[in-house]
């Protein structure tokens, strides 16, 4: 899994004292995989139109929108 | 900053041989991180409509939906 059990359960804890499950950090962890693969998928084709080997900043921000 | 830039750039890297701006893997880690929180800001709601004091993967699905 991309996103460590720990790091996820920092996250989930930067915003609350409450207990966090090891299954909701796995849920967390697979969610924002998927996110972040879908972001780079679309900025990918951002930095591909422009003929550039290097995925910048804009790229991702223009995925985001 | 939550999510490492190494770590941002690992899960771009994982999809393209492209190369990898720190301002690129700095985007990414800002769009995660506040998906991170939204998702747990949803989570806790239900968590508390339940009166636990665990977050569980379902209130993380819940939040998804």
Redesign the interface.
């Known amino acids: 899994m991309?996103?460590s059990i720990s790091?996820?359960k920092?996250?989930?804890k930067?915003?609350?004292d409450?207990?966090?499950?090891r299954?909701?950090a796995?849920?967390?962890s697979a969610?924002?995989?998927q996110?972040?693969?879908e972001?780079?998928?679309e900025?990918?084709k951002a930095?591909e139109q422009k003929g550039?080997?290097?995925?910048?900043?804009e790229?991702?921000?223009e995925a985001?929108n």
Chains 1, 2 share one sequence.
Do not use: P
């Not at 409450?18 to 499950?21: D, E, G």
């Open positions: 991309e996103f790091k996820m920092e996250v989930i930067a915003e609350t409450k207990r966090v499950s299954e909701a796995e849920e967390l969610d924002l995989e996110r972040g693969k972001i780079t998928q900025a990918l930095a550039r080997v290097t995925v910048r900043a790229d991702i921000k985001l």
